[in-house]
C-alpha cells in the first residue's frame, strides 16, 4: 500500500478514523515534509554555490541555477505552508480527541450515578428522613426522661418543705428559751458563810502581825 494510500485511503467506503489515527497519520505527513524541506533547503544552498561559483565563468549556468534556487524556494514555501496547516489540524484533533475522551468519561459516571440512583425514590428518601427526624425527638423524649425520673422527690412541694422547716427552727428556738428561762428561776446559794469567812481571815492575819511585834519588843528589851 503506497504513502497516499495509507494516509488518504484508497477511495473504497471505509469506515472513518478514530482521532488517534487522524492524528497519527498527520504525524507521518509533518515528518515526510519536513524531510523534504530539509532536501529542498540543501538543494537551495547547492544552487547559490553553483550561481557564485559560475557567475563570471559561465553567466548561462550561473542563471540556470538561480532559476532551480527560485523553484526549490517556491516549493520550500509552500511545505512550509502545508505543515502550518498540517499543525493547525492536528491540534484541532488532539483537543478534539480530548474533548471526546472527557465526555466518555463523563457519559461513564453520568450512566453510573444513574444505575446508583435506579433503586432510589424521592419519597421514599423524603419518608426516610422523617422517620429519622421522628425516632431522634423520641430519643431526646428518652434522655429527657431519664435524666429526670419520677419517684426520687420530684413530686415534692417545696413550699411544704420550707414551712416544716420554718416549725422547727421555732421548736428549737422555743426550747432554748426555755432552758434560759429555768435557769434563772432557781434559788439563789447563801453567801453569808463565805462572807464571814472572809472577814475572819482579815482579822486572824492582823492578829498574827500583833503578836510578831510584841515578840520583836520583848527581844529589844532583855
Same mark, same amino acid.
Given at each position: 500500500?503506497?504513502?497516499?494510500?495509507? @494516509?488518504?485511503?484508497?477511495?473504497?467506503?471505509?469506515?472513518?478514523?478514530?482521532?488517534?489515527?487522524?492524528?497519527?497519520? *498527520?504525524?507521518?505527513?509533518?515528518?515526510? *515534509?519536513?524531510? $523534504?524541506?530539509?532536501?529542498?533547503?540543501? $538543494?537551495?544552498?547547492?544552487?547559490?554555490?553553483?550561481?557564485?561559483?559560475?557567475?563570471?565563468?559561465?553567466?548561462?549556468?550561473?542563471?540556470?541555477?538561480? $532559476?532551480?534556487?527560485?523553484?526549490?524556494?517556491?516549493? @520550500?514555501?509552500?511545505?512550509?505552508?502545508?505543515?502550518?496547516?498540517?499543525?493547525?489540524?492536528?491540534?484541532?484533533?488532539?483537543?478534539?480527541?480530548?474533548?471526546?475522551?472527557?465526555?466518555?468519561?463523563?457519559?461513564?459516571?453520568?450512566?453510573? @450515578?444513574?444505575?446508583?440512583?435506579?433503586?432510589?425514590?424521592?419519597?421514599?428518601?423524603?419518608?426516610?428522613?422523617?422517620?429519622?427526624?421522628?425516632?431522634?425527638?423520641?430519643?431526646?423524649?428518652?434522655?429527657?426522661?431519664?435524666?429526670?425520673?419520677?419517684?426520687?422527690?420530684?413530686? *415534692?412541694?417545696?413550699?411544704?418543705?420550707?414551712?416544716?422547716?420554718?416549725?422547727?427552727?421555732?421548736?428549737? @428556738?422555743?426550747?432554748? *428559751?426555755?432552758?434560759?428561762?429555768?435557769?434563772?428561776?432557781?434559788?439563789?446559794?447563801?453567801?453569808?458563810?463565805?462572807?464571814?469567812?472572809?472577814?475572819?481571815?482579815?482579822?486572824?492575819?492582823?492578829?498574827?502581825?500583833?503578836?510578831?511585834?510584841?515578840?520583836?519588843?520583848?527581844?529589844?528589851?532583855?
Amino acid at each position: 500500500m503506497s504513502l497516499l494510500k495509507k @494516509l488518504f485511503g484508497d477511495g473504497k467506503k471505509d469506515k472513518a478514523p478514530t482521532p488517534q489515527e487522524g492524528i497519527q497519520r *498527520l504525524r507521518e505527513v509533518e515528518e515526510m *515534509l519536513m524531510k $523534504k524541506s530539509d532536501f529542498l533547503e540543501k $538543494k537551495i544552498d547547492a544552487e547559490i554555490a553553483i550561481a557564485r561559483k559560475s557567475g563570471t565563468k559561465n553567466k548561462r549556468v550561473a542563471l540556470q541555477a538561480l $532559476k532551480r534556487k527560485k523553484r526549490y524556494e517556491k516549493q @520550500l514555501q509552500q511545505i512550509d505552508g502545508t505543515l502550518s496547516t498540517i499543525e493547525f489540524q492536528r491540534e484541532a484533533l488532539e483537543n478534539a480527541s480530548t474533548n471526546t475522551e472527557v465526555l466518555s468519561v463523563m457519559g461513564i459516571a453520568a450512566k453510573a @450515578l444513574k444505575g446508583a440512583h435506579n433503586n432510589l425514590d424521592v419519597d421514599k428518601v423524603h419518608d426516610l428522613m422523617d422517620d429519622v427526624a421522628e425516632q431522634q425527638e423520641v430519643a431526646n423524649e428518652i434522655s429527657d426522661a431519664i435524666s429526670h425520673p419520677v419517684g426520687f422527690g420530684q413530686d *415534692l412541694d417545696e413550699d411544704d418543705l420550707l414551712a416544716e422547716l420554718e416549725e422547727l427552727e421555732q421548736e428549737e @428556738l422555743d426550747r432554748q *428559751l426555755l432552758e434560759v428561762g429555768g435557769a434563772e428561776d432557781l434559788p439563789s446559794v447563801p453567801t453569808a458563810e463565805p462572807t464571814e469567812a472572809r472577814k475572819a481571815a482579815p482579822a486572824k492575819a492582823h492578829h498574827t502581825e500583833d503578836d510578831d511585834d510584841m515578840r520583836e519588843l520583848e527581844m529589844w528589851a532583855s
